[in-house]
């Protein structure tokens, strides 16, 4: 990185370091790291070797990247010392026999916040300890659900949306948490109209944009401006958050910055007019999955795939014969340049990209972790176009499918597999298993992606929608039942991702589940119009994160 980069922000605070962005990539744990001498050492992530990504962005209020590192640094050593203190306080009342609680309370207050503004990676030992102690005393403190019910909680405000956050981690089992989101939804909304207006609007937008199905980075400003009402605040994490959110816009310019210039050299949009040509859209779906500085590098590559998938879509939807199609299909399980010298031009144009990308990423696997994946990597290219092939055909031979195979291959042809295996290979995974037996943490996400597509956006033509072959199957419902039973399934599918988030986290690597889950929330902000068909939330969303 450039040594001098200059940005500004808010006029409170002096300028943070770009280099300093933080790397979720790892679960969280590695934004930067500490020098013997106590100062915060920036990720070494992004863009390595590319210093020219910054040397457009400077702007007004020209500080060296020193300056940046020490405001960070004292922010950083500000939340430390209050989480320090909090923690001895709690120690000191539990040895004087008073129990600690309210320490405890105290500190996990503050831990809930920190999580909240997507800052806790910078406290990341606090945090754990904080949570392994509350997740003890839990552990033998009875029924969660008696015990916060136990509180006059129709009249606690902040109990009950922590309690309405709980309702939506269900995991299919917990009839006790369907009835904790119908009381508190009931009681929440109700209490509005009694509340002062900063709170008001907190509940309100909890309500409607609850925390665990929402992208935490869209909640961090809501949770930002509610702290900022409070009596009672801590100037220096709420600095903190504005610098990291400051940090990570700045890389998700740089970003998106590289991704259109490699998008318009590529030249598809102008060879393939009739092609979808939305690169700042394929970014937005990959900024969000993956985050931090860790995963730059990953989201420009990824972004790339991305884009392949849509336009391999039209493609076969637009412009192409069947036999074009096979043709094409059987050049991408040859996987040589020369299979594609007989295509048509948009199609060879199409192969050649994909093919250098592919093997640029499987190159750069090779130099990261020793193994070069590139006959599993083509092997998920092929299971993508044999899933196309199959749309290709239902619609060429008049096949109508059951709503089942429909949905099956659905999850294929969303590209959601094949980006999601791309990317468990850059992270050293062997995913070559996974390939042809897609487990559920890939799988829910791509499932609620295609039935929200559905229910908003039925396709016409034979090879239809989840929502009009159901309808076939069954011919005496209404539209709005079977759009009931679609919604009905994507919550059955969130309930089997929280099961594997919260269960089978450690059989993928670290910062994987959190990108799956990601990855399921922003589909619901992706088809979330209001009455205009507008998208009120993504347009909020990418003002805040990118522009």
């Known amino acids: 990185m450039a040594s001098h980069v200059f940005f500004s922000l808010e006029p409170s605070l002096l300028p943070v370091a770009a280099a300093a962005a933080p790397a979720a990539g790892d679960g969280g744990r590695r934004r930067g790291r500490r020098r013997a001498d106590g100062r915060f050492r920036p990720s070494p992530a992004i863009h390595p070797g590319r210093p020219e990504l910054a040397s457009h962005l400077m702007l007004p209020n020209e500080l060296d ?15 430390q010392e209050m989480l320090l203190h909090q923690r001895r306080r709690q120690r000191s009342s539990t ?75 269900n995991i299919g089992a917990e009839a006790s948490l369907y009835k904790a989101k119908e009381f508190t939804s009931r009681n929440l909304q109700s209490a509005i109209d009694y509340l002062e207006p900063g709170l008001a609007r ?7 944009h609850p925390y665990h199905v929402s992208l935490m980075q869209y909640k961090a400003r809501h949770h930002l401006s509610y702290l900022q009402t409070l009596p009672t605040r801590c100037t220096a994490m709420e600095e903190l958050a504005l610098a ?26 102008q060879e393939i007019p009739v092609a979808r040509d939305q690169v700042q859209k394929w970014y937005v779906w990959i900024m969000t999955a993956f985050q931090g500085a860790s995963f730059s590098r990953y989201r420009i590559e990824l972004t790339k795939i991305a884009s392949f998938v849509y336009i391999m879509d039209d493609i076969f939807d637009l412009v192409s014969t069947q036999e074009e199609r096979s043709c094409f299909t059987q050049a991408i399980k040859m996987w ?15 192969y050649r990209a994909i093919y250098t990308v592919t093997n640029d990423i499987a190159d750069m696997v090779e130099r990261e972790h020793g193994v070069n994946p590139i006959n599993h990597l083509k092997k998920a290219w092929a299971v993508l176009f044999d899933g196309l092939m199959t749309e290709a055909k239902w619609l060429t031979y008049s096949h109508v499918p059951s709503s089942e195979d ?38 829910c996400p791509a499932k609620i992606f295609r039935l929200w597509d559905d229910i908003g956006n039925a396709k016409e033509g034979l090879d239809g929608s989840y929502k009009e072959l159901y309808l076939r199957e069954n011919p005496g419902l209404a539209a709005s039942e079977a759009e009931e039973h679609m919604r009905g399934m994507i919550t059955r599918e969130w309930e089997k991702l929280n099961r594997e988030s919260f269960f ?17 929330r922003m589909v619901g902000v992706m088809h979330g119009h209001d009455g205009e068909q507008r998208l009120p939330v993504l347009e909020d969303y990418l003002r805040m994160l990118l522009f």
């Not at 040589?336 to 199409?350: G, Q």
């Not at 089978?504 to 399921?520: I, V, Y």
């Open 504 to 520: 089978s986290g450690r059989a993928f690597p670290a910062g994987f589940t959190q990108a799956a889950l990601n990855a399921a």
């Open 65 to 79: 990247i020193q300056g940046f590192m020490e405001r960070l640094d004292g922010l950083t050593n500000d939340v």
């Open 336 to 350: 040589d340049f020369a299979a594609a010298d007989s295509l048509p031009s948009c199609m060879r144009s199409c």
């Open 406 to 443: 429909y949905l099956r291959n659905g999850v294929i042809t969303s590209g959601v597999p094949l980006m999601f295996l791309h990317l468990l290979f850059m992270l050293g995974h062997d995913a070559a298993e996974l390939i042809d037996n897609i487990p559920p943490v890939i799988s």
């Open 95 to 169: 040895a004087n026999g008073g129990g600690g609680d309210g320490g405890a309370r105290e500190r996990m207050a503050t831990v809930d916040h920190l999580k909240r503004l997507c800052i806790d990676h910078y406290f990341q030992d606090e945090v754990d300890g904080a949570m392994d102690a509350h997740l003890e005393e839990l552990a033998h403190g009875g029924d969660l659900l008696d015990a916060t019910l136990a509180i006059a909680y129709s009249k606690d405000i902040r109990g009950l949306l922590s309690l309405q956050d709980i309702s939506h981690m």
């Open 244 to 269: 990291d959110f400051k940090l990570n816009k700045l890389l998700h310019q740089m970003e998106m910055q590289e991704i259109k210039r490699w998008w318009m050299n590529l030249g598809l949009a």
């Open 202 to 208: 907190y509940v309100r937008q909890s309500l409607e």
